[in-house]
């Protein structure tokens, strides 16, 4: 039975309209115009597409208050989440990832893109079904009411010329020809199911040789799927590449045949003007995560030379320090006015499209992230009369001044799963913090 919502005001293709009606039958919007809102339900504040968070670990979220002891950088905190992924198993990671793509839903996200590559039991060997960690996730993130592009990873070396390690055996499967194997059978195990997509990730060039690329990159090309791949985040990691390889990450890719317009360059901090070219020329999408990047030290990447370029930005949360994708937008807005020194680098409306209509597409649902007929019928709503937004107009209330928090309704592929700030769930908060509890 369709449903129709009067919107307060809306986030349309056009910009923001005053009094918009959305109906909606089944997964799908069918129908978008202004009107009065008769019989129809309320939705006050402001009302945008769902938002994408295009990176995620869903894991890391167990660091969070814990990692930010203490003194380090990026290779000191590895270690800290190392030791969370040697206590997982499917029950705990399932109980986990449900609180965590909740947490997401109660800031507005609709789809996720969760970047997986803890498959295995402690010491590497399978679970009696091999991909039991994947299912875990995607049965997570179909309670939280989330879509999911599972970007299963293929993980291979400890890094550049040194062998697995430790939590690092629960990553591989040997080789890349392995790591394929699995992963058909995991796609056929979702074939047909439209709110999953199963897509390929290479972790990094410090975890996947360059001669085990292509078989991944292969899988990306076969099954029409995303291909996500973590690139320069360290500079550690550039220099290291380049003295073994003689190349920069973003080359080795390209060389591999892993750069396109299904792929993402995840955090991609540290690039030369060559690797710019290179991501903007082949249509690769750039990943941002910004409350990341800072909590781990790694730097500001140069996200408006690259989009001088013609790169697309999208956005993650990927450790989880912040679920939180307007603090996302905004971020690499704020950062670039540090590095810069000028101000207005992004208007709302660009970083908004980066947080729904781009992210959505770069996971493998390119007809979502608008509020038009036959797009999923996700609609967020947000508020525009908090201590936050109060007296503030337009996307920059939004962007510029909500947090999560202010977010007080969730419609994701139809289905309402926040209401009045609460998830359908129940008390998120008491989720995450018995199953974060039971790992320690």
Request: charged share 20%; aromatic share 6%.
């Given at each position: 039975?369709?449903?129709?919502?009067?919107?307060?005001?809306?986030?349309?293709?056009?910009?923001?309209a005053?009094g918009?009606l959305?109906?909606?039958?089944?997964?799908?919007?069918?129908?978008?115009?202004?009107?009065?809102p008769?019989?129809?339900?309320?939705?006050?504040?402001?009302?945008?597409?769902?938002?994408?968070?295009?990176?995620?670990?869903a894991?890391?979220?167990?660091l969070?208050?814990?990692?930010q002891?203490?003194?380090?950088?990026?290779?000191?905190?590895?270690?800290?989440?190392?030791?969370?992924?040697?206590a997982?198993?499917?029950?705990?990671?399932h109980?986990?990832?449900?609180?965590?793509?909740?947490?997401?839903?109660?800031?507005?996200?609709?789809?996720?893109?969760?970047?997986?590559?803890?498959?295995?039991?402690?010491g590497?060997?399978?679970?009696?079904?091999?991909?039991?960690?994947?299912?875990?996730?995607?049965?997570?993130?179909?309670?939280?009411?989330?879509?999911?592009?599972?970007?299963d990873?293929?993980?291979?070396?400890?890094?550049?010329?040194?062998?697995?390690?430790?939590?690092?055996?629960?990553?591989?499967?040997?080789?890349?020809?392995?790591?394929?194997?699995?992963?058909?059978?995991?796609?056929?195990?979702?074939?047909?199911?439209?709110?999953?997509?199963?897509?390929?990730?290479?972790?990094?060039?410090r975890?996947?040789?360059?001669?085990?690329?292509?078989?991944?990159?292969?899988?990306?090309?076969?099954?029409?799927?995303?291909?996500?791949?973590?690139v320069?985040?360290?500079?550690?990691?550039?220099?290291?590449?380049?003295?073994?390889y003689?190349?920069?990450?973003?080359q080795?890719?390209?060389?591999?045949?892993?750069?396109?317009?299904?792929?993402?360059?995840?955090?991609?901090?540290?690039?030369?003007?060559?690797?710019?070219?290179?991501?903007?020329?082949?249509?690769?999408y750039?990943?941002?995560?910004?409350?990341?990047?800072?909590?781990?030290?790694?730097?500001?990447?140069?996200?408006?030379?690259?989009?001088?370029?013609?790169?697309?930005?999208t956005?993650?949360?990927?450790?989880?320090?912040?679920?939180?994708?307007?603090?996302?937008?905004?971020?690499?807005?704020?950062?670039?006015?540090?590095?810069?020194?000028?101000?207005?680098?992004?208007?709302?409306?660009?970083?908004l499209?980066a947080?729904?209509g781009?992210g959505?597409?770069?996971?493998?649902?390119?007809?979502?992230?608008?509020?038009?007929?036959?797009?999923?019928?996700?609609?967020?709503?947000?508020?525009?009369?908090?201590?936050?937004?109060?007296?503030?107009?337009?996307l920059?209330?939004?962007?510029?001044?909500?947090?999560?928090?202010?977010?007080?309704?969730v419609?994701?592929?139809?289905?309402?799963?926040?209401?009045?700030?609460?998830?359908?769930?129940?008390?998120?908060?008491?989720?995450?913090?018995?199953?974060?509890?039971?790992?320690?």
């Amino acid at each position: 039975m369709p449903l129709t919502y009067w919107c307060e005001q809306a986030w349309l293709p056009g910009g923001v309209a005053e009094g918009v009606l959305v109906e909606i039958d089944g997964a799908r919007i069918v129908h978008v115009e202004q009107g009065p809102p008769g019989a129809a339900e309320r939705l006050p504040g402001l009302t945008v597409p769902g938002l994408a968070n295009a990176h995620s670990h869903a894991f890391h979220r167990a660091l969070r208050g814990t990692a930010q002891e203490g003194k380090g950088d990026f290779w000191t905190w590895r270690e800290q989440m190392y030791d969370v992924a040697a206590a997982l198993d499917p029950d705990s990671y399932h109980r986990l990832a449900t609180a965590v793509y909740a947490e997401m839903a109660l800031a507005g996200v609709t789809c996720v893109g969760e970047f997986h590559y803890l498959h295995h039991a402690p010491g590497g060997r399978p679970y009696d079904d091999a991909n039991e960690m994947g299912h875990a996730l995607i049965r997570a993130a179909r309670d939280a009411g989330l879509r999911i592009a599972l970007l299963d990873t293929c993980y291979l070396s400890g890094g550049i010329g040194a062998p697995l390690a430790g939590a690092q055996l629960r990553f591989s499967d040997g080789d890349a020809d392995g790591w394929a194997a699995r992963v058909e059978e995991l796609g056929a195990a979702y074939e047909g199911r439209l709110d999953v997509e199963i897509g390929a990730a290479i972790h990094s060039v410090r975890a996947v040789p360059p001669e085990q690329m292509s078989v991944v990159a292969e899988f990306s090309h076969r099954n029409a799927a995303p291909l996500h791949m973590h690139v320069s985040e360290q500079q550690a990691e550039n220099t290291a590449c380049v003295e073994m390889y003689a190349a920069t990450p973003v080359q080795v890719l390209h060389e591999r045949g892993a750069l396109g317009p299904r792929s993402t360059a995840v955090h991609a901090t540290h690039l030369t003007d060559v690797d710019i070219e290179l991501i903007a020329q082949s249509g690769t999408y750039i990943c941002m995560c910004p409350t990341t990047e800072r909590d781990l030290a790694d730097g500001i990447g140069p996200a408006r030379a690259a989009a001088d370029r013609g790169a697309q930005l999208t956005f993650g949360s990927d450790s989880h320090a912040v679920i939180d994708l307007f603090e996302e937008a905004r971020a690499v807005e704020l950062d670039e006015r540090l590095s810069s020194g000028r101000r207005g680098n992004w208007s709302a409306a660009d970083l908004l499209s980066a947080a729904t209509g781009k992210g959505h597409t770069s996971l493998g649902f390119p007809d979502a992230g608008l509020l038009v007929p036959g797009a999923w019928a996700d609609l967020v709503s947000v508020r525009l009369d908090s201590v936050r937004t109060a007296g503030a107009r337009g996307l920059e209330a939004v962007v510029f001044a909500a947090t999560a928090a202010d977010v007080h309704s969730v419609i994701s592929s139809g289905r309402r799963i926040v209401t009045d700030g609460r998830h359908v769930l129940g008390d998120v908060g008491s989720l995450l913090a018995e199953a974060i509890g039971r790992l320690r």
